[in-house]
C-alpha cells in the first residue's frame, strides 16, 4: 500500500504541475497580452499569488471524489479499488492537461480530473453510480462560463472606450473615469477573495459586512488612483495629440490589469489546488484507515505540494497558454485586460453566489473573446477561438478515456 501512496503523490505533483501550466498561466495572460508586464515577472508574479493561495487558503478538508460525481458506497466493500482508480484519474487528468498546455489551449482542471473520476466511475462502478445530474451541470458549463463572462467584459469595454477612450480629450476623461474602474475592480476583487479565494478561512461574513469591506477597499483604490493622476496632471495635456493621450491613458490602466490579473491567480492557487492534492488525500486516508470517506482532512505538506507544484509548472511550460490567451485571441491593450478581468471576475462570483456552475479558466477566456468582439467579428481570431472551444468539449472525454486505458493497463501489469 506504500507503493499506492508513493504513486499518488507522484501523480499529484504532476497534475499539479500542470494546473500551474495551464489554469494559473491562463490567468495572467491578460497581464501579458497587453504588455503591462513582461513574461517573467508574469511568472514570478502569480507563482507567489498561487502559492500563498493554494498554502494559506487551499482548504482543510476535501471531498473524497471532486464535484460529487460518483457514488462512493459502490466501493464500501473494496476502499482500495477506490484509491487505485483516483491515481490513474489524477495521472489521465495530468496528460490531458499537459496535452493541451503543449498547443497552448487553456482547459479547466476542474473538467480534466472530471473526467478522469467518469471514465473510473463507468468502468468499475457502472453508469448507474454516475450522478448524471451534477455531470450535466458541468457540461452546461461549457457554454454558460464563456457567454457570461464575454457579455459581462463586452459591456464593460464598451462602458470605458464611450466614456474615456473615445472622447476628444482622453487624459481628461481619466482623471475621472480610472479612479471609477478602480473602484468597481477593487469592490470585485475583494468580495471574489472574501467569497471564493478565502472560502476554505470559514470567515462567514454576511452580505452586509462583506459588502462593507468591499466598498472601503474599492474607495480606497480610487482615491489613491485620483491622487496619482493629479499628480501626473492628467487633466492639463491639451497640447498633446489624441494618440499621444490614448498611449498615457492606457499607461494609467496598465497596473490595474496587473492587480487583476495577480488576483485571479491567487483564486486559482485557492481553489484549484484541490484538483490535485484532494485526489491525493483521498488515497492517504483511504489507505490509512481502510474506509472510504465522505471527507478527508488536507495536511499542510499537501497543500505545500501542491502549492510547489503548481509553481513549478507555472515557470517550466506557462508561457505558452499566457501566449496563446494574451496575445492570439484578440489584440489586448491595459484598458481591455482591465474589462476582460472585471468581467471575468464579476461573472465567476456572481454564477458562485447563485450555484450556477462556471468554469473560471472558460469565463476568462470568454471575457477575452467580449473585448475582441467590442471592436467587431474581425476583432477576434475565428481559428484560434474555435480550437480552444474544441479543446474544452474534448477535455472530458479525453480523460475520461485515458483513465480507463491506465486502469487496464495497470491492473494487467499489477494483478
Known amino acids: ?83 487505485y482508480g483516483m491515481v490513474c484519474a489524477i495521472l489521465a487528468a495530468a496528460i490531458a492537461l499537459n496535452v493541451a498546455s503543449y498547443f497552448g489551449f ?3 482542471t ?78 470585485i476583487l475583494v468580495l471574489a477573495t472574501i467569497y471564493k479565494g478565502l472560502k476554505n478561512l470559514h470567515l462567514n461574513l454576511n452580505a452586509p459586512k462583506a459588502i462593507s469591506f468591499a466598498i472601503a477597499g474599492g474607495l480606497t483604490a480610487a482615491g489613491i488612483y485620483y491622487l496619482i493622476l493629479n499628480r501626473r496632471k492628467m487633466g492639463g495635456a491639451k497640447q498633446l495629440s489624441w494618440d499621444e493621450q490614448l498611449g498615457k491613458v492606457e499607461k494609467n490602466f496598465a497596473l490595474l490589469v496587473v492587480i487583476t490579473s495577480s488576483t485571479v491567480a491567487f483564486a486559482h492557487g485557492a481553489n484549484d489546488v484541490a484538483n490535485a492534492v484532494g485526489p491525493l488525500a483521498a488515497v492517504v486516508e483511504i489507505v490509512k484507515t481502510g474506509t472510504v470517506p465522505g471527507q478527508v482532512p488536507v495536511s499542510l505538506w499537501i497543500l505545500m505540494l501542491g502549492g510547489f507544484g503548481i509553481a513549478a509548472g507555472l515557470a517550466c511550460f506557462g508561457y505558452r497558454v499566457m501566449k496563446m490567451v494574451g496575445t492570439k485571441i484578440t489584440d489586448i491593450t491595459p484598458s481591455r485586460g482591465v474589462a476582460a478581468d472585471i468581467g471575468g471576475m464579476a461573472t465567476v462570483l456572481v454564477c458562485s453566489k447563485l450555484g450556477l456552475p462556471i468554469s473560471t479558466t472558460h469565463t476568462l477566456v470568454g471575457a477575452i473573446i467580449g473585448v475582441g468582439l467590442a471592436r467587431g467579428i474581425t476583432g477576434i481570431n475565428r481559428k484560434i477561438v474555435g480550437s480552444i472551444f474544441v479543446s474544452w468539449l474534448a477535455t472530458v472525454p479525453l480523460a475520461a478515456l485515458l483513465t480507463i486505458v491506465l486502469y487496464l493497463i495497470g491492473d494487467w501489469l499489477i494483478f
Open 110 to 187: 476542474t473538467h480534466a480530473i472530471v473526467g478522469g473520476i467518469v471514465g473510473f466511475g463507468i468502468l468499475q462502478a457502472g453508469i448507474s453510480h454516475i450522478h448524471w445530474g451534477t455531470f450535466s451541470k458541468i457540461v452546461a458549463s461549457w457554454f454558460l462560463s464563456p457567454v457570461a463572462g464575454g457579455v459581462s467584459a463586452f459591456f464593460i469595454f464598451k462602458l470605458i472606450s464611450r466614456h474615456i477612450l473615445s472622447v476628444e480629450n482622453p487624459m481628461t476623461a481619466a482623471r475621472k473615469g480610472i479612479p471609477i474602474c478602480a473602484f468597481f475592480t477593487f469592490c
Open 106 to 108: 487553456p482547459v479547466s
Open 1 to 83: 500500500m506504500e507503493a499506492l501512496v508513493i504513486a499518488a503523490i507522484i501523480c499529484a505533483v504532476y497534475m499539479a504541475w500542470n494546473i500551474g501550466a495551464n489554469d494559473v498561466a491562463n490567468s495572467m495572460a491578460d497581464a501579458v497580452g497587453s504588455k503591462s508586464i513582461s513574461i517573467f515577472w508574469a511568472v514570478v508574479l502569480a507563482g507567489i499569488f498561487n502559492f500563498l493561495g493554494a498554502v494559506l487558503v487551499g482548504g482543510n478538508v476535501t471531498d473524497t471524489v471532486r464535484k460529487g460525481i460518483i457514488d462512493t458506497q459502490a466501493f464500501s466493500e473494496d476502499p482500495y479499488t477506490l484509491a
